[in-house]
């Protein structure tokens, strides 16, 4: 039988952060979870949106157990103002789910001057996963689990000289270095955890081709490119839903047979149940992490240093 929902273990007593849990698969990710009993910390930046999903949510599982955080990815000030109230609430987390993200939208730059995909899919959650990791570390056998896409097999590793592609911008060559970096930093945080000798596991989740709003905001944010169009078109027509679309990073985050290191995927490339992938592109997999940790640590000002957060 293949892995869904129904197998997700007991959550009760845990802690998950998910981010975007307003909508899409952040919102099923979060639905699942709290059905299961997880105390659930809702990260988002529409609070409007966040309190319609917590109805929504709440439909279904009317004891579920929420809490609305608002998070601004694109901006680190809310990044850090986020973290230090998850932290003044909660001592312990045993799930952070990094699923926000925005996709081929046009050349932006958020509120510090980074290009706004790389902002927002990667600094903004190196930044919050960095501040919660002294939590994460307090807690047996935490997991980081990142979410990726298969647009990462056309990214390029991140160029110190030119993180932000001055000069070189495209929607889907921005996209595509953004989810290379999440693909990166969780295999490289999952090294760090070895490294320090901790219970912490760090994995990656892509969704497939899901019909959720991404598509949609990437059509606006673009002004309605073909090829974004395109992919909004094929979501609708072949995508799997939300709910489905979103079992990767649920099985990540709760099979207990998952290991850090791993990566979760549907079955067959975009569609399928979700199963285990292998990591490719394994060639200067290393020399790319490190320049993608310099850069994040540079751009941002936040270590990740995981000796350091598992002492405190």
């Known amino acids: 039988m293949f892995w869904n929902a129904s197998q997700i273990p007991d959550q009760r007593g845990r802690t998950a ?35 319609a999903a917590v109805e929504n949510i709440r439909a279904m ?20 103002a986020a973290s230090e109230k998850i932290l003044g609430a909660h001592q312990r987390i045993d799930l952070l789910i990094n699923n926000a993200g925005v996709m081929a939208t046009g050349e932006a730059k958020t509120v510090d ?5 790389f902002g927002v899919d990667h600094l903004g959650h190196w930044t919050l996963t960095a501040l919660l990791m002294p939590a994460l570390l307090r807690t047996a056998r935490a997991r980081i689990v990142t979410v990726t ?9 991140v160029d110190p000289a030119n993180p932000h592609l001055e000069g070189r911008y495209g929607p889907w060559r921005a996209y595509g270095q953004a989810k290379l ?23 990656l989740a892509h ?21 974004q169009r395109f992919s ?33 995927g549907p079955m067959f490339v975009n569609n399928g149940p979700p199963v285990r992938k292998p990591i490719f592109r394994r060639i200067g997999m290393n020399s790319a992490i490190a320049k993608l940790w310099d850069v994040s640590e ?15």
Do not use: C
């Not at 998910?18 to 699942?32: D, I, K």
């Not at 809702?42 to 609070?47: D, E, I, L, T």
């Not at 896409?149 to 590793?157: D, E, K, L, V, Y």
């Not at 540079?298 to 405190?312: C, F, H, K, L, M």
């Open 207 to 227: 969704p497939g081709l899901s019909n959720t709003n991404l598509q949609a905001v990437s059509v606006r944010e673009s002004g309605g490119g073909l090829t």
């Open 17 to 51: 952060v998910v981010t975007g849990a307003n909508s899409g698969l952040g919102l099923e990710t979060a639905r699942q979870l709290a059905a299961k009993g997880a105390h659930v910390v809702m990260a988002v930046r529409n609070q409007d949106k966040a309190a």
């Open 298 to 312: 540079r751009e941002t000002g936040v270590p990740i240093d995981v000796s350091t957060a598992a002492s405190s």
């Open 61 to 80: 599982a009317p004891d579920a157990s929420l809490e609305l955080i608002a998070l601004d990815l694109s901006a680190q000030a809310s990044v850090r």
């Open 181 to 203: 970096a999440n693909f990166h930093f969780g295999l490289g945080l999952q090294q760090e955890f070895e490294r320090a000798g901790v219970g912490a596991a760090s994995l």
């Open 232 to 264: 909004q078109w094929a979501a609708v027509h072949t995508g799997m839903s939300a709910s489905d679309g979103a079992l990767p990073q649920l099985r990540a985050a709760t099979d207990p047979a998952a290991n850090g290191g791993d990566f979760y």
């Open 113 to 117: 001057g980074f290009e706004m995909q």
């Open 149 to 157: 896409s298969t647009a990462h097999h056309m990214g390029r590793a």
